[in-house]
């Protein structure tokens, strides 16, 4: 892709508040692999080599995630002097169905999340996650199910479903109980 196009494109994306709006964009623009139906894409941010990323349907993601395709660390091997050529590694991502990658959590290369997943802010994907998980942290690890969280919240809803949640009193007491 020419440098132009892709510099116009990411400045288009950052006019569009609307992260519906944005992943629509993007889907109709071409840019990765795949791009699945009713996604969201909150980040400015596109990946260096959007053609390596490849993201299914109901899949949101949140503000400042990062993809990393590729590094650049062949690039200190060739400037030591090495009679060696050291090619870029490129790698690709594939996100499942019914992901939500949270805030500012970084996806590296060869890695794919399975179906079913949420990825809590801040996390470093650096291997393959198996469906129906929640992982979190730095590298990331499994730390739930997706089965439970799902329960809590349908009880949630179900508690909570006759409270006009836009009230500050009903606000208060919903988060601030005991």
Request: with cysteine; glycine share 6%; hydrophobic share 40%.
């Given at each position: 892709?020419?440098?132009?196009?892709?510099?116009?494109?990411?400045?288009?994306?950052?006019?569009?508040?609307?992260?519906?709006?944005?992943?629509?964009?993007?889907k109709?623009?071409?840019?990765?692999?795949?791009?699945?139906?009713?996604?969201?894409?909150?980040?400015?941010?596109?990946?260096?080599?959007?053609?390596?990323?490849?993201?299914?349907?109901?899949?949101?993601?949140?503000?400042?995630?990062?993809?990393?395709?590729?590094?650049?660390?062949?690039?200190?091997?060739?400037?030591?002097?090495?009679?060696?050529y050291?090619?870029?590694?490129l790698?690709?991502?594939?996100?499942?169905?019914?992901?939500?990658?949270?805030?500012?959590?970084?996806?590296?290369?060869?890695?794919?999340?399975?179906?079913?997943?949420?990825?809590?802010?801040?996390?470093?994907?650096?291997?393959?996650?198996?469906?129906?998980?929640?992982?979190?942290?730095?590298?990331?690890?499994?730390?739930?199910?997706?089965?439970?969280?799902?329960?809590?919240?349908?009880?949630?809803?179900?508690?909570?479903?006759?409270?006009?949640?836009?009230?500050?009193?009903?606000?208060?007491?919903?988060?601030?109980?005991?």
């Open positions: 892709m020419k440098n132009i196009k892709k510099q116009f494109i990411i400045l288009r994306l950052a006019l569009i508040r609307n992260p519906k709006k944005r992943a629509d964009y993007l109709k623009k071409n840019l990765f692999k795949d791009f699945g139906n009713n996604c969201w894409y909150q980040p400015i941010k596109i990946p260096t080599q959007p053609k390596l990323v490849k993201i299914g349907n109901n899949v949101k993601i949140a503000t400042d995630v990062l993809f990393m395709e590729h590094d650049i660390i062949h690039d200190m091997f060739n400037g030591k002097n090495s009679i060696d050291f090619r870029e590694y790698g690709t991502i594939t996100i499942g169905n019914n992901v939500f990658i949270g805030a500012r959590s970084i996806i590296l290369y060869n890695t794919k999340i399975g179906n079913n997943c949420v990825i809590a802010a801040g996390s470093v994907i650096t291997h393959d996650i198996p469906d129906n998980s929640i992982v979190g942290g730095v590298p990331a690890k499994v730390i739930g199910n997706i089965g439970v969280l799902e329960e809590k919240y349908r009880e949630y809803s179900k508690m909570y479903s006759d409270y006009d949640l836009h009230d500050d009193k009903i606000l208060e007491t919903i988060f601030w109980r005991k």
